[in-house]
Nanobody, 118 residues
């Protein structure tokens, strides 16, 4: 059974950086397709980016060039490096995982709050 624990959220000024972590247990990250999603107050959940087992990444246009997804196999952890943060990046960020052969994310971690201030 795969379990995900997301950490690293906090308060940061616009233009700053933050790194979120998603620790995985039950499966190795290299066998999973994983993703980050976010949900701002009053808005629907939004796809941020994903990484496949091969390491291939894909990002939403709104974060492309500013956010980077990576993995640490030794720590069995996925990261979301967020740079040049904007006010509109404020949201609860959640990590998700599913079989690498599927586009369905069937396991979700709890969210971590990211607040960008001016």
């Amino acid at each position: 059974q795969v379990q995900l624990v997301a950490t690293g959220g906090g308060l940061v000024q616009a233009g700053g950086s933050l790194r979120l972590s998603c620790v995985v247990s039950g499966r190795t990250v290299s066998t999973l397709r994983m993703a980050w999603f976010r949900q701002a107050p009053g808005k629907e959940r939004e796809f941020v980016g994903r990484i496949r087992g091969s390491g291939d990444t894909y990002y939403a246009d709104s974060v492309k060039g500013r956010f980077t997804i990576s993995r640490d196999f030794a720590k069995n952890t996925m990261y979301l490096e967020m740079n040049i943060l904007k006010l509109e990046d404020t949201a609860v960020y959640s990590c998700a995982a599913g079989p690498d052969s599927s586009a369905v994310f069937n396991t979700w971690g709890q969210g971590t709050q990211v607040t960008v201030s001016s």
